[in-house]
């Protein structure tokens, strides 16, 4: 593995997460662009079977750790269990998907090998073989570059959505090998009591495929079942802008922003959203983007696909009953 790429991928009772996928989709291209190969490292629980899943993408192999230090995620047992992997294979660049596991134990890691970390990118280059990364700065205003000076390796984590998992590379027939780790010296300082969902009975928007998300144009939350009905007959979840959460019109679980969560569906349709950049940085990797505003001139038409100018309270029932319509033909 000495000098090439080592993706850490991410994964939740056994299965691959989208967010491992895109960071293996992430080594996949920086590998071509380099023409290095790509190996991947699967941590915790069930590992095992997730490294498996992990070994049908095109990458060279696929190692991983179970051991009873990583039953549970803490970021002693985790920065630990890749440092060894680490300084056994030295990998020139350390790849992971920007989760909030990843934000947790990633900087240790890299404080472990005296390095610097090039967090929460949303894109990178190749300039003569060395490799320059973006991301963004001032609440997203201004898109930066960095690059590494340092002797590797370098560690490097991509935004949800900057590289889609689409992109990946799969019919491999990588090798899936036990890490043969020995944390028993390791000292977890975090004892987990209970694993619990954060809002429970309540949906995952970053597992949707399609979001209808609606903003402060709604104007009364009495409206709120014109767009409720779009998300319906389109077999989507529904979303919101920062307003209408904090208006107690949705609930905070719902929100899609810097201050709430980050998608990367494959449709995702802003209702009455002008566009403003805390809300962009939460979306912005969906695939495909559908605006809806009154205000021709509002950002959010400067990052959509397709664009409807017009007033969202003729144009979404119009569109709810096109909708119908064509599935009943």
Same mark, same amino acid.
């Given at each position: ?6 993706v850490?991928v ?7 997460? =989208? ?5 293996l ?5 920086i590998?071509a ?11 915790g ?6 490294? &498996?899943?992990?070994?049908t993408?095109?990458?060279? %192999? ?6 009873k230090? /990583? ?11 890749? &440092?060894?992997?680490?300084e056994?294979?030295?990998? =020139? ?5 920007? %989760?909030?596991?990843?934000?947790? @134990?990633?900087? &240790? ?15 990178? =280059?190749n ?18 570059? @960095?690059?590494?000076?340092?002797a590797?390796?370098y ?13 990946l590379q ?29 809002? #429970?009975? +309540?949906?995952?928007?970053? +597992? ?12 009364? #939350? ?6 409720e ?8 979840? /529904?979303?919101? %802008? ?9 609930? /905070? ?5 810097? %201050? ?26 969906? =695939? ?14 400067? /990052?959509?696909?397709?664009g ?22």
């Amino acid at each position: 593995m000495a000098n090439d790429i080592l993706v850490i991928v991410e994964q939740n009772d056994g299965k691959v997460s =989208r967010i491992g996928w895109e960071a293996l989709a992430a080594g996949q291209e920086i590998g071509a662009s380099v023409n290095m190969e790509v190996h991947a490292l699967v941590l915790g629980q069930n590992a095992a079977a997730a490294a &498996k899943e992990a070994a049908t993408a095109k990458i060279q %192999s696929v190692a991983f750790a179970e051991n009873k230090e /990583l039953a549970y995620y803490t970021p002693d047992g985790f920065s630990a269990a890749a &440092k060894q992997v680490i300084e056994k294979n030295a990998p =020139r660049y350390v790849l992971v998907g920007h %989760s909030y596991q990843a934000r947790d @134990y990633l900087p &240790k890691l890299a404080t472990a090998f005296e390095r610097s970390l090039i967090g929460d990118c949303i894109g990178y =280059r190749n300039e003569g073989g060395n490799l320059v990364f973006v991301r963004q700065t001032f609440q997203g205003k201004i898109n930066a570059d @960095y690059a590494f000076t340092s002797a590797p390796p370098y560690f490097i984590s991509f935004q949800a959505g900057a590289i889609s998992s689409d992109k990946l590379q799969r019919g491999g027939s990588a090798a899936v090998v036990d890490a043969g780790l020995d944390l028993s010296g390791v000292n977890i300082r975090t004892k987990v009591m209970e694993i619990f969902e954060g809002v #429970k009975g +309540k949906v995952d928007l970053t +597992k949707a495929e399609i979001i209808v998300s609606v903003g402060r144009g709604i104007k009364e #939350k009495d409206k709120l079942p014109i767009v409720e009905e779009l998300a319906k007959v389109m077999g989507a979840e /529904l979303a919101a %802008s920062r307003p209408v959460c904090d208006d107690g019109w949705l609930p /905070l679980d719902r929100q899609i922003g810097s %201050s709430g969560q980050t998608v990367s569906p494959k449709l995702y349709v802003a209702v009455g959203i002008s566009g403003a950049i805390q809300h962009i940085v939460g979306m912005k990797g969906s =695939r495909v983007i559908v605006a809806i505003n009154k205000d021709e001139r509002a950002p959010i038409f400067d /990052l959509a696909d397709y664009g409807i100018v017009g007033d969202l309270f003729e144009v979404v029932p119009a569109l709810t009953a096109a909708i119908k319509e064509a599935k009943s033909a």
